[in-house]
């Protein structure tokens, strides 16, 4: 059977490339004709990192990404939310900063490793 996916973003990456590692066909279909330089998200939670163990890239988030052991939060100098981990006892289980092109770059990889099908020229098929 063969699946299209649509969006080459992280959700899309990652449904590919779990697909691929289960040995079904995915092409996937994406607007852009490059990777973004640009990043529109940052943060990755622990448990997203769970989630990415299966498709053996999660020690690849973890030596690229930097904790965010204290996140502030603010709009028009009004503070939103501030987190503070710091000083938890589970300091490994903490949101993890990493730009969005470098996220859905070390997806790319697995997902070509896995031999998944790709959108050709964007993401190096």
Known sequence: ???LNIGAGPTGLTAAATLASMGV?????EQRTAPSELSRA?????????????LGVAEAFLA?????KKIHILRNERTLAYL?????DFKSRVPLG????????????????KGGMNHPGFLGG
Do not use: Y
């Not at 990755?44 to 299966?54: E, F, H, V, Y």
């Not at 690229?64 to 965010?68: I, K, N, Y």
């Not at 503070?84 to 938890?88: A, E, I, K, V």
């Open 1 to 3: 059977m063969d699946i």
């Open 98 to 113: 990493l730009p969005q092109n470098r996220t859905e770059a070390i997806l790319r990889d697995a997902l070509l490793e």
């Open 25 to 29: 066909r995915c092409r996937i279909i």
């Open 64 to 68: 690229e990404a930097m904790p965010l």
């Open 42 to 54: 940052v943060g990755i939670m622990p448990a997203t990192i769970d989630a990415l163990s299966s």
């Open 84 to 88: 503070d981990n710091s000083g938890n």
